[in-house]
């Protein structure tokens, strides 16, 4: 299989039919299997209830489910607590960059890559966003990006580091990003 990389070590996971998730498509199809089962009220507390778990929302209401599933948000390390789950609270920045394939018709497989051949401490994942475009969102070390550094300095300094790293270790990319995509997580 033709990899986005000149000199590929392990570990990564290669995903020939991997990509970004298509969250509005997904919305539609959860919402069709669940229906008028949703309940529009904040969580305050999940909590062990026997073989499964209870809900108690802003509004009151404490409901008793076979399984519950916590997702990621701004309350999540609270929430995962109440059932004896350990979630990182300390916040760093990211940035994904999109890059221009220079075949615009190739469609590089999805990846992630956590060997650090290229770097010690730099981690990678990519994919294709749209035709002839394609994403990679890199982890430098978590002092590069740490919460008080603040997000334009996390942002430009990611730039550099996934601009040479583009430029050093990927195949197939023009090494300038033509869009950014910013987040933080945990």
Do not use: M, N
Not at 69 to 76: E, H, L, S, Y
Request: proline share 8%; net charge negative.
């Amino acid at each position: 299989p033709s990899l986005p990389s000149h000199r590929p070590d392990g570990p990564l996971l290669f995903d020939p039919g991997g990509g970004a998730i298509q969250a509005a498509a997904t919305g539609r199809f959860l919402l069709s299997r669940v229906g008028d089962a949703i309940t529009v009220d904040p969580v305050t507390a999940v909590t062990v209830a026997g073989d499964g778990g209870r809900v108690v929302t802003a509004s009151g209401h404490g409901d008793a489910f076979d399984s519950v599933v916590i997702t990621a948000g701004a309350g999540t390390a609270a929430l995962a607590a109440g059932v004896g789950i350990d979630v990182p609270t300390t916040r760093v920045h990211h940035a994904r960059f999109t890059f221009r394939l220079r075949d615009k018709d190739r469609t590089p497989p999805c990846w992630i890559e956590r060997a650090g051949t290229w770097r010690e401490g730099f981690t990678s994942y990519g994919h294709v966003v749209s035709p002839g475009h394609w994403a990679v969102g890199g982890h430098p070390p978590d002092d590069e990006v740490r919460w008080d550094r603040g997000a334009a300095w996390a942002v430009q300094r990611s730039r550099e580091i996934v601009t040479q790293y583009a430029a050093d270790y990927l195949t197939g990319v023009e090494p300038t990003p033509v869009g950014t995509v910013y987040c933080d997580y945990t």
